[in-house]
Structure formats: structure tokens, C-alpha cells
């Protein structure tokens, strides 16, 4: 197995071990670990704690930077749809996963496998009820203003 990839499982093997879920992952330029990140939903009360999330947020910290172009992403399990979205967000367009996120399903870990395939669904069918709410006539527009301002 390529050497950022065993890193990465490793990762999740000891989050695993000290009480976490099965996830780890590494994000690395030029051949250079960056950042590392695990699971952390055990240890911190953040939805967002995912392994992929830690390191993408840790290396734009070090980094002062928000666009991780070029950068590329081992990641122990197939990203789940905020972490692909951070990855978008970020620049990153080079991902390589182990465990897919069906094999996820095998072992109870279904919520990535449901969140895309809500994703699939219109608006109107997912279980997230979402109601767009029009501004009120004449008051100051956030998106306007900021197209003013740029
Ligand atoms: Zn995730």
C-alpha cells in the first residue's frame, strides 16, 4: 500500500483503539505530510470533527491560507459529503480513499451512504425541510452589498 495511505489507516486504527471511529487521514504536497487528522466526534462536541475536516482546517491555520490547490488527500474512508465539500471549498482535486462508504455501511456507520443519496433527492424530498424566506421589499441585501463592495 502506498505509504500516505498506510499512514492514514494507521491513523484510524489507533483513533479505533483509543475510542474513536475508524477514521484517519493525511493531506500532503510534494510528497510531504502537511496535516494529519482522526475522528475526533469522541473527544469534542463538533459534528464537524471528521479526520478530513481536522486536517484541511490545521493546514489552512499553519498555512494562512484558504486555497489548498495541489494539495492531495489520503483519506482512510471515502469522504463523506461535508468533507468532499471542504475539499471543493478548498481546492483540493486529488483524493485517495481505502474503505468505501459502503463498506462503512457493512460495519453501522450508514450516515454518509444516507446524506448522498439525499443529496440526490430534490429539495423538496429530503428530510432536512428547508423554506426559502424572501427579503423584505426595500431592505438592504447582503448579496448586493457585497456585489457593491467587490
Ligand atoms: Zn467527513
Redesign the pocket.
Request: hydrophobic share 35%; with cysteine; net charge negative.
Given at each position: 500500500m502506498d505509504f500516505f495511505m498506510q499512514r492514514a489507516v494507521e491513523l484510524a486504527i489507533d483513533n479505533v483503539k483509543s475510542g474513536g471511529q475508524p477514521?484517519g487521514a493525511v493531506l500532503v504536497k510534494d510528497n510531504d505530510i502537511i496535516t494529519e487528522g482522526v475522528n475526533e466526534l469522541h473527544k469534542n462536541y463538533d459534528v464537524s470533527g471528521?479526520?478530513?475536516?481536522l486536517a484541511i482546517r490545521r493546514a489552512q491555520e499553519q498555512l494562512q491560507t484558504l486555497n489548498l490547490s495541489g494539495y492531495t488527500m489520503y483519506a482512510s474512508g471515502e469522504?463523506?459529503p461535508?468533507?468532499l465539500t471542504a475539499m471543493y471549498f478548498a481546492g483540493i482535486d486529488h483524493v485517495y480513499y481505502c474503505q468505501s462508504v459502503e463498506d462503512a455501511v457493512q460495519v453501522g456507520l450508514g450516515k454518509?451512504q444516507f446524506i448522498y443519496e439525499e443529496l440526490r433527492k430534490s429539495k423538496e424530498e429530503r428530510t432536512v425541510k428547508m423554506k426559502q424566506m424572501i427579503l423584505q421589499e426595500g431592505k438592504e441585501s447582503p448579496l448586493e452589498l457585497w456585489q457593491k463592495k467587490s
Amino acid at each position: 500500500m502506498d505509504f500516505f495511505m498506510q499512514r492514514a489507516v494507521e491513523l484510524a486504527i489507533d483513533n479505533v483503539k483509543s475510542g474513536g471511529q475508524p477514521f484517519g487521514a493525511v493531506l500532503v504536497k510534494d510528497n510531504d505530510i502537511i496535516t494529519e487528522g482522526v475522528n475526533e466526534l469522541h473527544k469534542n462536541y463538533d459534528v464537524s470533527g471528521h479526520a478530513e475536516m481536522l486536517a484541511i482546517r490545521r493546514a489552512q491555520e499553519q498555512l494562512q491560507t484558504l486555497n489548498l490547490s495541489g494539495y492531495t488527500m489520503y483519506a482512510s474512508g471515502e469522504p463523506c459529503p461535508m468533507c468532499l465539500t471542504a475539499m471543493y471549498f478548498a481546492g483540493i482535486d486529488h483524493v485517495y480513499y481505502c474503505q468505501s462508504v459502503e463498506d462503512a455501511v457493512q460495519v453501522g456507520l450508514g450516515k454518509s451512504q444516507f446524506i448522498y443519496e439525499e443529496l440526490r433527492k430534490s429539495k423538496e424530498e429530503r428530510t432536512v425541510k428547508m423554506k426559502q424566506m424572501i427579503l423584505q421589499e426595500g431592505k438592504e441585501s447582503p448579496l448586493e452589498l457585497w456585489q457593491k463592495k467587490s
